[in-house]
């Protein structure tokens, strides 16, 4: 009798997955049409300069976000900038044999040094040698908080104390309060792989989140404790459960602020879509994968895997199939069907 009751299940969930599942695709973009960290309007023209071997692209773009004080965006455009000139740094070296006191050419050229050294096997030695590349860049631009979240996770690396990492998180926060690398690099900080523990590392992130401004991606802080969490192989306890349940609602939260498709949340989304999907709350994961759009990126989805754009659209089928598992086979008009995705 138990095989049988197990054999109609199966059938069942089978039967579910091949009615209801097509339908779900609505509001998900194509496989095809999906892109991998694709950059915004404004700093794909500075990328497609710099590989054309041109610097002025990128000398403008990031003029702009130090003059403006845009220092969200200048974080991420460097961050790019910079992984871009890992492989391909002809442009760089133009720039700084044209400008070398240039403040944004030296950010680039230090979070470049800093990106080279955490890949070695020496890494705490050869962050320390670079160094004096992330003073240089924080003394060209004094206002500028994106130096300091590159020295904060120059910190981490070279086994900063405590004190002597308060002491830049200090300096970074009095150029930016609610700067979100530098939370970001405090959390990786204070997490449990690093020098602290999953308690220090959801507090802190708690309590940034309830001082952060409305529609401010540092109220999602929580989330990436729960990622962090997570990435354990340690089971959690019910007190735990309920942190990051409630990490990834105050996320949905933030995520309903900002249009879909739109590509300034779109790591966010990512990294909430994973821990709803790690938590087994398909129907809200799916609703992430909407507002995503296109929009795939590499973080978080490379803790898991080389291949993350295969990862995300593999983890975006098998949460539409875990939807439509559950959806009821009779009684239900393809209306209720339709509604039953939000329920």
Not at 66 to 92: C, G, P, T
């Amino acid at each position: 009798m138990v095989r049988t009751m197990s054999f109609l299940r199966a059938l069942t969930r089978t039967a579910r997955m091949i009615r209801f599942a097509p339908g779900l695709s609505d509001g998900l973009v194509p496989d095809d049409a999906v892109l991998l960290d694709a950059p915004d309007e404004r700093l794909g023209p500075a990328l497609v300069a710099a590989a054309e071997g041109e610097y002025e692209g990128a000398a403008k773009l990031l003029a702009t976000t130090r003059e403006s004080a845009e220092w969200e965006n200048r974080d991420r455009y460097v961050s790019r900038l910079a992984a871009f000139a890992r492989n391909r740094d002809e442009w760089l070296a133009g720039w700084l044999s044209a400008s070398p006191r240039d403040a944004d050419a030296l950010l680039v050229k230090a979070q470049l040094a800093v990106a080279r050294a955490w890949e070695s096997p020496a890494r705490a030695e050869r962050l320390r040698e670079v160094g004096p590349l992330i003073d240089a860049a924080a003394d060209a631009e004094p206002k500028d908080p994106v130096p300091w979240r590159i020295a904060l996770d120059h910190a981490r690396g070279t086994h900063a104390t405590h004190t002597a990492f308060e002491s830049l998180w200090e300096r970074a926060i009095r150029r930016s309060s609610h700067h979100y690398g530098c939370h970001v690099a405090a959390l990786q900080y204070l997490s449990a792989q690093w020098y602290g523990s999953h308690r220090e590392c959801f507090d802190f992130a708690e309590e940034a989140a309830a001082d952060a401004l409305p529609g401010s991606l540092v109220r999602a802080l929580p989330v990436r404790a729960a990622f962090a969490q997570l990435l354990t192989s340690e089971p959690t306890t019910s007190v735990q459960d309920d942190r990051i349940d409630a990490a990834a609602d105050l996320a949905i939260a933030l995520s309903a602020d900002y249009a879909a498709g739109d590509p300034w949340p779109a790591e966010m989304r990512n990294l909430l879509t994973y821990v709803l999907v790690a938590r087994g709350r398909w129907a809200e994961a799916l609703e992430q994968f909407r507002l995503i759009g296109p929009y795939a990126t590499s973080f978080p989805w490379t803790s898991v895997t080389d291949d993350p754009l295969g990862q995300f659209l593999r983890a975006r089928d098998g949460v539409r199939i875990e939807v439509a598992s559950t959806m009821p086979l009779r009684g239900r008009g393809r209306g209720a069907r339709t509604r039953a995705h939000y329920s």
